[in-house]
């Protein structure tokens, strides 16, 4: 069984930065693209980022673009998320999911095969 495990969320002040890190176990994900979504309290999840199993393409939600960075290691089944210059609506749950559809563009959250258990990312004076 595929797990994902998200680390790196925390309390941080605005316009600080943080790196979020997402390590798939059991069988390597192969060929899956991966993407981070967020859950803010009462709202719904939201794409933040995917990027292809090569790492050649990424794409962006409109309100992370300039701000965020998604990278992968396939030697380390990791991908990560660097996010700069945050604001206090970026907080949040965070979640990194795999999905075996190509990452031609932002994917529906519908489209992600496994999912992380979510890490909290606190942006706030």
């Known amino acids: 069984q595929e797990q994902l495990v998200e680390s790196g969320g925390g309390l941080v002040q605005p316009g600080g930065s943080l790196r979020l890190s997402c390590t798939a176990s059991?069988?390597?994900?192969?060929?899956?693209?991966m993407g981070w979504f967020r859950q803010a309290p009462g709202e719904d999840r939201e794409f933040v980022a995917v990027?292809?199993?090569?790492?050649?393409?990424?794409y962006y939600g409109d309100s992370v673009k300039g701000r965020f960075t998604i990278s992968r290691s396939n030697a380390k089944n990791t991908v990560y998320l660097q996010m700069n210059s945050l604001k206090p609506e970026d907080t949040a749950v965070y979640y990194c999911?795999?999905?075996?559809?190509?990452?031609?563009?932002?994917?529906?959250?519908?489209?992600?095969?496994?999912w992380g258990q979510g890490t909290q990312v606190t942006v706030s004076s």
């Open positions: 059991g069988r390597a994900l192969n060929g899956y693209a």
């Open positions: 990027t292809s199993w090569s790492g050649t393409n990424t």
């Open positions: 999911a795999a999905t075996p559809y190509y990452a031609s563009g932002p994917l529906d959250a519908s489209e992600y095969d496994y």
